[in-house]
């Protein structure tokens, strides 16, 4: 099975076209409701800090006017300027993260990148035995398309008549439940390849549920996580606690993708393999164009940074070492930014995937927080 990357972004790439010094900000707004709104707060403190940090005033103008745009009950925002004052933003409805501000040669993108993570596409079918409810749900932010599907047949009861007939439209109830399902599983199978999407989360009653998973084809078996949920397509009361199901099911996909992949690393790393595990192999890997999946386990709050801080690079995407003299360029004088920024940097313009783990690894996870599933093995 292959997700869909989440840096196949065409304005992930742009953000590396802003000039640096890049200001990256990540803005919750106010919840809307009674209370005080001390956005206005917030947002001079960001300033403030990037102010001090030394950011160009150019960019922090620049700033200052689009997160003076935010209203209560807006989504989480996360801000991008180049020191020319050229601004990318992003809405990223349900992202969980602190404020914060960062002023460097490289925008701070990995928590942008964690929450696209988090909003794969999926599609989400409720059935009966006259057909279904289809929710497909396109990565990221954008909108869910809703449809209800009814399949051709309606001789849907099988307790109709008595006696010596009784088996005769039995049979014909469970064709017509077996050719309902079958437009479903049809219609689903068009939908979840139009959205890319490597998810299907299945609900509603039983037996039409093993009808239509029995008609879905060979390829959304091999290709596609298929999970299931509690409760039927007609209100039943199950209905309020479907979206917590639906994203709770997510939730696990995510982290069941990044930890095979994670697995698939482990048992391929060693002389001539295609995992890769450190922040020295991992940085060689990038610099060889070799990545295909670039594996980050993201700091604790509040935990001291590990070593390497600190990466260098120059203007092409495979300009990267971890030391000043690795990275050669005609003025002699190569960038440098935070060790992980540096890498998203050479995953992104390299065309890599990037994963971000999930928290509490410990032990189990990739020496010193990096690794890389390669595309290519070098002896």
């Not at 009814?150 to 109830?173: F, K, M």
């Not at 039409?208 to 879905?216: G, S, T, V």
């Not at 039943?236 to 917590?244: I, K, N, P, V």
């Amino acid at each position: 099975m292959t997700m869909t990357p989440i840096t196949d972004n065409p304005m992930v790439h742009e953000l590396y076209e802003l000039p640096a010094p890049t200001l990256s900000v990540y803005l919750n707004p106010p919840s809307p409701g009674p209370g005080i709104d001390d956005t206005e707060l917030r947002i001079r403190a960001v300033l403030d800090e990037l102010r001090r940090s030394g950011a160009p005033s150019d960019a922090l103008e620049a700033l200052g006017e689009v997160l003076g745009t935010l209203r209560s009950g807006a989504a989480p925002t996360a801000a991008f300027v180049g020191a020319d004052g050229r601004t990318r933003m992003f809405a990223l409805p349900g992202a969980e993260f602190e404020d914060q501000a960062h002023c460097g040669a490289v925008p701070h993108i990995l928590p942008l990148l964690h929450w696209r993570q988090q909003h794969p596409a999926y599609a989400t079918v409720m059935l009966d035995r006259t057909g279904a409810e289809l929710v497909v749900q396109p990565a990221g932010a954008a909108e869910p398309v809703r449809a209800a599907i009814t399949g051709p047949d309606d001789e849907i009861e099988r307790n109709a008549p008595g006696g010596s007939a009784q088996p005769r439209y039995q049979r014909r109830a469970e064709d017509s439940w077996q050719h309902n399902a079958g437009r479903v599983a049809e219609a689903v199978a068009e939908a979840l390849a139009a959205a890319r999407a490597k998810l299907l989360i299945v609900g509603g009653d039983v037996r039409a549920e093993q009808y239509f998973l029995d008609r879905l084809p060979v390829s959304v078996h091999s290709e596609v996580a298929i999970k299931s949920i509690p409760g039927g397509r007609a209100p039943d009361g199950s209905e309020h606690q479907r979206a917590d199901q639906v994203q709770a099911a997510v939730r696990e996909f995510v982290d069941e993708e990044s930890l095979r992949t994670l697995e698939r690393v482990q048992d391929r790393s060693g002389p001539g393999g295609l995992g890769v595990q450190g922040p020295s192999a991992t940085v060689h890997a990038l610099a060889r164009a070799q990545v295909q999946v670039l594996l980050l386990t993201p700091p604790e709050p509040g935990a001291e940074e590990s070593e390497p801080s600190t990466a260098w690079f120059g203007p092409r995407p495979t300009d990267i070492s971890e030391h000043r003299t690795g990275v050669l360029v005609p003025d002699g004088r190569p960038a440098h930014a935070r060790f992980q920024d540096v890498l998203v940097r050479a995953a992104v313009l390299t065309d890599a995937d990037i994963r971000i783990l999930p928290e509490g690894l410990e032990d189990d996870g990739p020496r010193r927080g990096v690794a890389a599933l390669c595309r290519f093995a070098v002896s």
